[in-house]
């Protein structure tokens, strides 16, 4: 599994518009607007680098209103969120 974050930046009244379809395209699991340099960032989940290429070059950047990406490659994932589902199997919090 390879993983991919993507910088987008967004023509201002697209953002909505651009994450949605981007929502659609298999291999992007998440799309958040944020703030700072970029508008949207999608994360994406691909099986080998020719998807993640696929996904990239001959979906992402080809929806209208993107001006400009930036696409950073992951190559390792430490997260506090794994560990904390992987250690909370059949516990049940208390009310």
């Known amino acids: 599994m390879v993983t991919a974050i ?3 930046k967004v023509e ?3 953002i909505q518009e651009v994450a949605d379809q981007l929502l659609n395209i298999d291999g992007i ?3 958040y607007s ?3 340099r970029y508008d ?3 994360i994406i989940r691909a099986k080998d680098n020719d998807t993640l290429a696929e996904i990239v ?3 992402t950047l080809k929806i209208d209103h993107i001006l400009e990406s930036e696409t950073l490659f992951a190559f390792r994932c430490y997260s506090k969120h794994d ?3 992987m250690f909370s199997l059949g516990f049940e919090e208390e009310k």
């Open 83 to 85: 560990l904390e589902r």
């Open 34 to 36: 944020v703030s700072g």
């Open 6 to 8: 993507e910088l987008l």
């Open 12 to 14: 201002r009244k697209k």
């Open 57 to 59: 070059t001959n979906h």
């Open 40 to 42: 949207l960032v999608s």
């Open 29 to 31: 699991a998440e799309v």
